[in-house]
């Protein structure tokens, strides 16, 4: 019989990695604090139609992304692709409408989606997300692309490239999409299956495909700007004028369009010039019309979504500072058999005390293997017991960075621990 595996495209995170991503939680978590989200826990799966409807029947998320099941009474449900729907559920559910506007709302969690898998593209794959909910004004858009950006730099990230665009409305999105198949119409044979096949259902998309032939025609494609309506209009110009006052650096793409259809006015990414095809650590953008599309009363919102693989590749290519590697302070060896049970409750006394981490060796190694586990668990000392040091009362202590070594009486070892900075 063979051994089981995960299945493609998804793994796990291990110690020597989940380490790293406690790092940009935590970071995370501060810059929600100074930016006034809340972090809130959502469900990992949802009714079908949360995201069918939300994100859009058309999108590839929807088409052929998504992990859907019946569960046992036959309802459709889904694993969550993404998190800005359910946000909006649980806004709307708990009617956070009652709460001060907006409401600024953050999470993080596993998100799944049937792509295929390569260098920063899993099936199961974290995102954080950061969603502002409740208010239509554009310099909510720029908030929520400075809390992105100063994520990034409290992470140590550098090379970033902010891109915008707007994507209209219902109400002009239309005309250009008009606009858009005119101008698709004539090299209509030359582009790819997939935009081909968009060209009616989502001209917009086409400007998203990554295939060469299609990037050489969608460069020389009409942008948005002059199909916005008014309000598109006045608030891109808003978002504009309030990106250049925070001093934020950026880049107008008119071919920026995200891949989820509930989009309305301002898209963005930020991208690093670290990773290969999948660059994107963020994508985020308006959804005025979302709440709408799930049954919910009207209701504008902001945000975005990083993925927490691409950020710690990108750190890790950068060689950014993930803090210090977590060890234990000490690592307790017995220098014989009789004085395991005496090194086993000093271990578990030193752990009484809520800064010292400590443990010891369950294998019944000897005394050379259990200074080199020593080493290994990455500890800051070893604390002997032998019999001579249990009938006396004390303890050899020795600081594995330095070498010195000395005897201390076992009532003493906690402040001679703390003395050292243990
Ligand atoms: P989206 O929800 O598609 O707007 O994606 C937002 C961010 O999530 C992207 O910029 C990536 O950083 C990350 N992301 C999206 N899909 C994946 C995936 N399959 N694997 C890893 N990260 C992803």
Request: proline letters at 4%; a negative charge.
């Amino acid at each position: 019989m063979s051994t089981i595996k995960a299945p493609r495209g998804v793994r796990d995170i291990l110690p020597d990695e989940s380490w790293k991503w406690s790092y940009v939680l935590d970071k995370a978590k501060d810059i929600a604090e100074i930016f006034g989200y809340r972090e809130i826990h959502l469900p990992v799966f949802e009714h079908t139609e949360l995201f069918s409807r939300g994100i859009g029947e058309t999108t590839d998320v929807v088409e052929k992304e998504m992990y859907t099941f019946q569960d046992r009474s036959e309802r459709s449900l889904t694993l969550r692709p993404e998190a800005t729907a359910s946000m909006v559920r649980a806004y709307n559910q708990n009617k956070f409408s009652n709460q001060h506007q907006p409401v600024k709302l953050w999470c993080y969690g596993p998100m799944f989606r049937y792509e295929r898998p390569q260098k920063g593209r899993y099936r199961q794959f974290w995102q954080l997300d950061f969603e502002s909910l409740g208010s239509d004004h554009p310099f909510v858009d720029v908030e929520v692309i400075k809390l992105a950006l100063d994520l990034y730099s409290h992470l140590g990230l550098s090379n970033l490239d902010v891109l915008v665009n707007s994507v209209g409305c219902p109400q002009c999105r239309p005309a250009y999409k008009e606009k858009l198949k005119d101008y698709f119409r004539a090299d209509l044979d030359r582009l790819c299956d997939t935009c081909k096949t968009r060209f009616e259902r989502n001209p917009l998309r086409i400007l998203d495909c990554k295939k060469p032939q299609c990037r050489e025609i969608t460069e020389k494609a009409p942008d948005i700007y002059s199909s916005l309506c008014d309000d598109c209009r006045e608030h891109f110009d808003k978002v504009i004028k309030g990106l250049k006052h925070l001093n934020i650096q950026y880049h107008l793409d008119k071919r920026l369009v995200r891949g989820l259809d509930y989009y309305t006015k301002t898209a963005f990414e930020i991208l690093s010039g670290e990773l290969g095809s999948q660059n994107a650590v963020c994508g985020g953008g308006r959804y005025d019309n979302l709440s709408d599309e799930v049954g919910g009363p009207h209701l504008p919102g902001v945000g975005f979504a990083a993925g927490l693989e691409r950020i710690v590749l990108v750190m890790d290519q950068q060689k950014c500072s993930f803090g210090e590697k977590p060890g234990i302070n000490v690592y307790i060896i017995a220098a014989q058999e009789e004085t395991r049970i005496d090194a086993f409750s000093l271990m578990s006394e030193l752990r009484s005390n809520d800064h010292v981490s400590a443990d010891m060796d369950y294998m019944n190694r000897g005394m050379k293997a259990q200074f080199k586990a020593a080493v290994n668990k990455g500890a800051s000392f070893v604390c002997i017991l032998g019999e001579d040091e249990v009938s006396r009362g004390v303890v050899t202590v020795k600081n594995l960075e330095t070498g010195e070594q000395d005897q201390v009486g076992r009532d003493k070892l906690v402040s001679f621990l703390e003395k050292e900075n243990c």
